[in-house]
């Protein structure tokens, strides 16, 4: 994910940050640096949020899990007051 544009790729922005990382990302591939290599790097550099598909383990799994879980519920109180 760009770090500067809110919901838009790498490939999408054309802001200079996302341009700068797209040919440093070139030369990383140049290099023989692996995709996960090339991630871990960003990820160090800054957090998680520059996945675009973050990792869906431990608290960050609530934010994927927690609306399924509420919608849920809203489902079962709605059926026990239309049906009770």
């Known amino acids: 994910m760009c770090p500067i544009c809110d919901g838009l790729t790498l490939e ?7 341009v700068e990382m797209r040919e440093e990302i070139k030369k ?3 290099k023989g640096m692996s995709d996960q290599d090339i991630k871990e790097f960003y990820v160090k550099k800054y957090g998680l949020y520059i996945l ?6 431990g608290f960050d799994a609530l934010v994927f899990i927690g609306p399924l879980l509420f919608g849920l519920l809203g ?10």
């Open 75 to 84: 489902l079962i109180i709605l059926y026990k007051y239309l049906f009770s």
């Open 12 to 18: 999408q922005s054309q802001a200079n940050v996302a």
């Open 28 to 30: 990383m591939v140049i």
């Open 52 to 57: 675009a598909d973050p990792p869906k383990k």
